[in-house]
């Protein structure tokens, strides 16, 4: 199947899911969903972080290259770009073993031809403690942060888009997206698995922010729902799939958490919400408010 390709706009797809710990079944739902987003006319499909299985992390660790392979292939067997939002990883971009026996969490853009664009290890890794069963969080006693921005293209033939990757608890720092925009994005990545609280809370206001921060869409795929654990212990997450254009406003988003099986007939295990950049109308407006000609301290 060949890609679609059109003037000067991109349509994106943000995936929402609600991963569990079968990575099988997880898969199953990717590939509906990527299928879905390309027959709505998405050229780029993003998924949500943790999209092969919510916790496990080091038993998914060791299927990292057959996990990416997997979905590079159905970027190519559906012609489209895909965001495999994030998986854990247990060696480096240089193939160095990540050391005291930690991760890396790592988002990939395969092209529709299936081979890999970028990979963007997460460099802020989330800590808090929320009022939620969980209590507190320590990526970092899992994982490694990564140390390098990442910005890759997406040609569309007559129009080449730079796609800035961010994941998750990156939302909240804002040098990172204007660091990507100075370095040519046009739009950001922003696959995440956001606790219900804090989801509630900052979600939507944080997407925003960073739009207007860095002048580029930005695409909120997300994991909602609650999520059962083999131990017992369940995790709730926000949900809200959410696309937000340069100026700050939402383009188009998924108003709930759960997924609403009785609203489709299909019972699919995964939403969309689509939307399209027109390049020339962000430009124009950049030029309007030149923000990036004005910056004093970055």
Not at 98 to 110: A, C, E, H, I, Y
Not at 146 to 160: C, E
Not at 162 to 178: E, H, I, K, T, Y
């Amino acid at each position: 199947m060949n890609e679609i390709r059109n003037n000067g706009q991109l349509t994106v797809a943000a995936v929402q899911m609600n991963s569990q710990q079968n990575i099988e079944d997880n898969l199953a739902d990717i590939k509906a969903a990527i299928i879905d987003a390309r027959a709505q006319g998405a050229q780029l499909a993003v998924l949500p972080e943790n999209c092969c299985s919510m916790g496990r992390q080091f038993v998914t660790a060791e299927r990292f290259d057959a996990l990416s392979a997997t979905i590079a292939d159905y970027a190519r067997t559906y012609g489209i770009y895909v965001l495999a939002g994030s998986l854990p990883c247990p060696y480096r971009p240089d193939g160095v073993i990540v050391p005291d026996g930690r991760l890396r969490q790592v988002s990939q853009l395969f092209a529709p031809d299936g081979t890999r664009v970028a990979r963007y290890d997460k460099i802020h890794l989330f800590t808090a403690t929320v009022a939620d069963k969980q209590g507190s969080y320590n990526e970092a006693a899992t994982f490694e942060p990564g140390t390098q921005t990442v910005v890759a293209p997406i040609d569309m033939g007559t129009t080449v888009y730079q796609l800035g990757m961010m994941v998750c608890f990156d939302l909240r720092f804002p040098a990172l997206a204007q660091r990507l925009r100075q370095a040519g994005a046009d739009l950001l990545s922003a696959p995440s698995a956001f606790t219900y609280l804090t989801g509630q809370a900052h979600w939507s206001l944080l997407l925003r922010a960073r739009a207007l921060d860095s002048q580029c869409m930005v695409i909120g795929a997300a994991q909602g729902g609650e999520h059962v654990y083999k131990d017992g212990h369940t995790r709730q997450t926000w949900g809200h799939a959410a696309i937000t254009a340069y100026d700050g406003t939402v383009m188009s988003s998924y108003e709930d958490s759960e997924l609403n099986h009785s609203a489709n007939k299909d019972h699919k295990n995964y939403a969309l919400v689509l939307a399209t950049l027109d390049k020339q109308a962000q430009q124009q407006g950049r030029q309007k408010m030149p923000i990036f000609d004005c910056h004093r301290l970055a």
